[in-house]
């Protein structure tokens, strides 16, 4: 009685699956972990149209990295574990050379994983902010910047126009209730024993579509700011309720993951003047743009329905690609083989070097940060940009420099977190 | 003709009370059990394993827990996500605090420990019942949901609230962590399943079972001819519990290797375990596994269908996968209301016939 069901279910799906074709050699995999549905399809959409789109432009303009081409697939994960899971163990025989799941639960699953089986991760600014030690997380990268950077940087910009001083002021993080919202709470705890400020934490359970508690909370409370950890469906209401209450919106800053047009569109002029941090630069002034037109978007090749070109998810799924890119050419160049493997694309995410001069060669000037990657640092340098939204012109205007985060505090929580893991997993941290 | 007891005679009472009186259904369970436990072993890939295999092994363990207490019982829960849950939250601790003793052993302790959470939260059910039990049980389901987020001690004080299985082994062997070969994890979770299912049968068809079927029927009734409520009441929330806190510990360590509560354990995943003893068939072992195979296997399958083989774009396909699902279960509960259980009972009365239906 046990398996009745198992055998005949298995040889369906033993069909399904026979159709798998196996990889041609020649070709360098590239999979999107992408998510298109879901709650969370607003933030993912866009990330995935600009990751494809750029790496269609490598296959059309440059034919490929290296003279081989990118194969790009694509597997929906919805934002759950899961279906994360199914993905990964899907592609993980056909030599991925990269994964970028966009999801920190996803991402604590992969760890052990990708780990295990040699495949490199990027998580670019989100997942475990302790793989930053590389030491101990020898297949997980977090370049540029990563969540703790991200409070940091928040609170240095408060401190910027507050002339150095945050004591007495009241403090709320408004925070998705997952281990993606969480991941800041640590950091802003100590720094507000440095800085002095009153810290309150109020959950948003997922997704987020219900938080009138929490903003009657803030209207009672009356904090001075109000920081938010919000991804998918969670932003657009915080903002909207927000405006409801008459939330001063200048004082009201979100991560760089909840700081998108899709956010702040739905609220109107109320969204006017509402702050987020960006670990990059958005719009369409880079010359970039004008190969990406030419080829990919007036070719018809543009991933999804081609709507999202140029917004601020668009441009940071384009830097996670270009990225991408840059790492498999230096892998390319250290093992002088252009048919690189997973094992290959690690040494060259480790030695990457982006510099000012090869983002104005790529036909992105000043769009993110200059840095090089280390054994010792796999999260690059931990700097980021505030920028505010003018609801009037629609647009996004960055409002400060790079704001260096406070190293002296991350890096200490860095060591202490990743130790913690080195010992529950058995690793020895070391650097070859 | 191919399928019937003529011939089959029976000369002891324990031979006509066996699970599976007729010869052909006997072979067929020998059968099923010497390719799960001789063959597939020894064939399944880490993909298989991973994706298909575990998880529908894992659901349908916690959907004969939930089929004891809802569909033998009569005692409507909710709270199936919460109680997964705490069986995951104690498998980790021990784990992380017991790291010498034996991982199954672990896994088994969880069970324990959930029984115990399942009785507390079964206490209601003496007074209430029907639709008013769900709602105590709902609430259990997110009291127990909001604990583990509160109360760092249960997640080790990491600082996403992350909890991560380490690794494992037994008998040298990996069963946890990310080193766990397809082999271990397919065996683990399938002796789990087929002790479960043996320990369920039998106590189905004992006394205890009986008196959980008399309670369902007509409680009055039951407590006149002299079935105490409150002990059977809690030893259905006990035995359930128990399921679901292993299939809970199976599915944070061996499936997953990292859970959260809040996205693991929702609610969603108590209204999918219900879903699946609905459309399986309330009050039938079978019932349960092949529910729980309808609702893991059928979204993978058509995932692979409509991307894997026609190429179709991933957000097309995840939204008619969604319709597909919704649609299939439409059409068999109006086919037929007592779920993929009472058609195969059906079916088998065919076949005992066939070819002379009349």
Not at chain 1, 89 to 116: C, F, H, M, N, W
């Amino acid at each position: 009685m046990t398996f009745r069901l198992a055998a005949p279910a298995a040889a369906m799906l033993a069909a399904a699956l026979a159709t798998a074709a196996p990889a041609p050699a020649q070709d360098l995999h590239f999979p999107s972990l992408s998510y298109r549905t879901g709650p969370f399809g607003a933030g993912g959409i866009p990330f995935a149209d600009g990751y494809s789109d750029y790496l269609t432009l490598m296959n059309e303009r440059d034919g490929g990295i290296g003279g081989v081409p990118i194969r790009q697939t694509e597997c929906e994960t919805a934002y759950n574990t899961e279906k994360g899971v199914e993905c990964y163990e899907a592609i993980k025989g056909d030599s991925p050379l990269i994964l970028q799941p966009l999801s920190t639960g996803i991402t604590y699953q992969l760890i052990p994983r990708v780990t295990a089986d040699g495949i490199p991760l990027h998580t670019m600014g989100y997942g475990r902010t302790s793989a930053k030690n590389g030491a101990v997380f020898s297949h997980i990268f977090n370049y540029p910047a990563n969540y703790w950077d991200g409070a940091s940087i928040a609170i240095k910009h408060l401190l910027d126009i507050n002339g150095g001083d945050l004591s007495g002021k009241k403090i709320a993080l408004v925070y998705h209730n997952s281990a993606y919202g969480k991941e800041p709470i640590r950091t802003l705890e100590e720094l507000s024993e440095k800085h002095g400020y009153a810290l309150s934490l109020l959950p948003v359970d997922s997704p987020g579509q219900e938080q009138k508690s929490q903003w009657l909370q803030i209207r009672r409370d009356k904090p001075d700011y109000v920081l938010m950890w919000g991804w998918g469906v969670m932003n657009p209401v915080a903002i909207q309720e927000a405006a409801n209450i008459r939330f001063p919106m200048e004082n009201f800053i979100g991560v760089w993951w909840s700081g998108s047009e899709n956010d702040v569109l739905p609220a109107g002029a109320g969204a006017h003047g509402y702050k987020s941090l960006a670990m990059h630069g958005t719009g369409m002034d880079y010359p970039v743009y004008a190969d990406m037109k030419q080829y990919v978007i007036d070719a018809g090749k543009a991933a999804g329905a081609g709507d999202q070109v140029g917004s601020v998810l668009y441009s940071r799924g384009m830097y996670a690609a270009m990225l991408a890119v840059e790492a498999a050419r230096k892998a390319q160049e250290i093992h002088g083989t252009a048919e690189i493997t997973p094992a290959m694309m690690r040494d060259g995410m480790e030695a990457l070097e982006i510099t000012e001069e090869r983002m104005a060669e790529i036909g992105l000037p000043n769009f993110g940060p200059a840095f090089a990657v280390s054994c010792e640092n796999h999260g690059g340098p931990g700097r980021g940009l505030v920028q505010q939204w003018d609801a009037t012109a629609k647009q996004w205007n960055l409002i400060t420099d790079w704001i260096e985060s406070d190293l002296e505090v991350i890096d200490a929580l860095v060591a202490e977190d990743s130790a913690a893991y080195a010992a529950e997993a058995g690793i020895t941290p070391g650097c070859n | 003709m191919f399928y019937r007891e003529a011939g089959d005679f029976k000369s002891s009472y324990p031979g006509d009370s066996q699970t599976f009186p007729i010869r052909f259904d006997r072979m067929r369970y020998y059968a099923v059990l010497a390719v799960a436990f001789g063959i597939i072993p020894f064939v399944i890939n880490d993909y298989w394993a991973s994706a298909v295999i575990v998880p529908f092994l894992i659901y349908a363990i916690a959907a004969l827990g939930l089929n004891i207490l809802t569909g033998y019982c009569g005692q409507v829960s909710l709270g199936t996500g919460g109680f997964m849950a705490v069986g995951a939250y104690a498998c980790y601790k021990l784990m992380t605090a017991f790291p010498e003793v034996s991982i199954l052993i672990h896994i088994l302790i969880a069970g324990g420990i959930t029984a115990a959470v399942g009785v507390l939260f079964g206490l209601p059910s003496l007074r209430i019942k029907g639709f008013y039990l769900a709602v105590a049980t709902l609430a259990a389901q997110f009291f127990l949901v909001w604990l583990f987020n509160k109360v760092p001690w249960f997640y080790n004080y990491s600082a996403s609230g992350q909890i991560s299985a380490p690794e494992r082994t037994f008998l040298g062997v990996a069963l946890t962590g990310a080193n766990a070969s397809a082999p271990a994890k397919y065996l683990t979770c399938a002796i789990f399943l087929f002790a479960l299912a043996w320990l369920a049968r039998n106590l189905t068809r004992g006394t205890i079972g009986r008196k959980w079927m008399a309670i369902r029927d007509m409680d009055i009734a039951a407590e006149i001819i002299g079935v105490n409520p409150l002990t059977t009441k809690l030893s259905a929330f006990a035995v359930s519990s128990f399921f679901i806190g292993i299939s809970g510990a199976l599915f944070f360590a061996v499936y997953l290797g990292a859970a959260e509560v809040g996205e693991s354990f929702g609610i969603n995943k108590s209204f999918l375990v219900l879903f699946m003893i609905i459309i399986g068939g309330l009050g039938s072992i079978f019932g349960s596994l092949a529910g729980a195979a309808f609702l893991v296997l059928l979204p993978v399958f058509l995932k692979n269908v409509l991307v894997g083989m026609l190429g179709w774009p991933t957000d097309l396909a995840a939204h008619l996968e969604l319709m597909i699902v919704g649609a299939l279960i439409v059409i068999f509960l109006i086919a037929e209301p007592h779920g993929l259980n009472q058609l195969w009972r059906v079916t088998k009365e065919k076949l005992r016939l066939w070819p002379f239906p009349h």
